[in-house]
């Protein structure tokens, strides 16, 4: 079955990037049939929608972020990965990957386990 | 894009029955079937337990369903069990966006 992991420093300086790599294993993420999401939990929060990408390497975003995410695909590697600039304490939270699912209908699964990144000097 | 509005807190005994809204526009839960909900336990990953508003992925429980009238949707979870106590999320994709509720916290007395 397939599984998402993330990774990346959990200990990012503000006004510098986040950046962020899901590896995805047990499927192939060209699959074509899905989506590949970044989401995020500020600490005792609910949950936020960052963006998705495409195996071909579209992308769509949170309007409310749209200015500072980038994410991207390698699918060599089967990896996606997320890029947020000019971090500030608000920044800090649970950073998740998930699969989005649009054969059958839209949701996310699975998802990765999260990690945490504090953003703080 | 706003956030789906979910109460903050629903409470039941064991056995019991309880019901979590979730209340967007039309622009999200009310015009499309893309609503989901997910269960997340304390310190583990949400995990889907309906999409489509009213599907079970294999392995969910039938004492979980979901709704939809208008603008809200709803997860009734039947037959309260200890381990259903966390915090359950609805989500809906729009056009293009993804919306998620600001999640319920279940107690289970």
């Known amino acids: 079955q397939v599984q998402l992991q993330e990774s990346g420093p959990t200990l990012v300086k503000p006004s510098q990037t986040l950046s962020l790599t899901c590896t995805v294993s047990g499927g192939p993420i060209s699959s074509g049939t899905h989506f590949w999401s970044w989401i995020r939990q500020h600490p005792g929060k609910g949950l936020e929608w960052i963006g998705y990408t495409y195996y071909s390497g579209s992308a769509y975003y949170n309007p409310s972020l749209k200015s500072r995410v980038t994410i991207s695909v390698d699918t060599s590697k089967n990896q996606f990965s997320l890029n947020l600039t000019s971090v500030t304490a608000a920044d800090t939270a649970v950073y998740y990957c998930?699969?989005?699912?649009?054969?059958?209908?839209?949701?996310?699964?699975?998802w990765g386990q999260g990690t945490l990144v504090t953003v703080s000097s | 894009q706003s956030a789906l509005t979910q109460p903050p807190s629903v409470s039941g005994s064991p056995g019991q029955s309880v019901t979590i809204s979730c209340t967007g526009t039309s622009n999200d839960v009310g015009t499309y079937n893309r609503v989901s909900w997910y269960q997340q336990p304390p310190g583990s990953a949400p995990k889907v337990i309906i999409f489509g508003v009213y599907n079970r992925p294999s392995g969910v429980p039938d004492r979980f369903s979901g709704a939809k009238s208008g603008n809200t949707a709803s997860l009734t979870i039947s037959g309260l069990q200890a381990e259903d106590e966390a915090v359950y999320y609805c989500?809906?994709?729009?056009?293009?966006?993804?919306?998620f509720g600001g999640g319920t916290k279940l107690t289970v007395l």
């Open positions: 989500s809906s994709f729009t056009s293009s966006s993804w919306v």
């Open positions: 998930a699969r989005e699912d649009r054969l059958r209908s839209f949701y996310f699964d699975p």
